[in-house]
């Protein structure tokens, strides 16, 4: 089993900046892949950004260019730092690990709010 614990959440106003914290504990593999999600209300979860057991990193949608993300390996913590944040940003972000097979794990998730 892993765990994986969101942190970081909070209410912004618009422009702002928020880093987002995800650690993970529990039987982690050398090897996995661990993306960040979110959730808009009445909407699918959608891919954010992934990183990469060779640290390759890759972005999707609208965060695209304002989102980096990155890990500390020593603190099991990967991160995602969001910059010049607008309302439509509002999500609940989720970090997802992923080691092959079905080993696949889901965080309860961080509350981001983003005031005009």
């Known amino acids: 089993q892993v765990q994986l614990m969101e942190s970081g959440g909070g209410l912004v106003q618009a422009g702002g900046s928020l880093k987002l914290s995800c650690v993970i504990s529990g039987n982690i593999e050398r090897d996995y892949v661990l993306d960040w999600y979110r959730q808009s209300p009445g909407q699918g979860r959608d891919l954010v950004a992934e990183?990469?057991?060779?640290?390759?990193?890759s972005y999707r949608g609208s965060l695209k260019g304002r989102v980096t993300i990155s890990r500390d390996n020593a603190k099991n913590t990967v991160y995602l730092q969001m910059h010049n944040l607008t309302p439509e940003d509002t999500a609940v972000y989720y970090c997802?690990?992923?080691?092959?097979?079905?080993?696949?794990?889901w965080g309860q998730g961080t509350q981001v709010t983003v005031s005009s």
């Open positions: 997802y690990y992923w080691s092959g097979g079905e080993k696949a794990y």
């Open positions: 990183i990469t057991p060779s640290d390759s990193v």
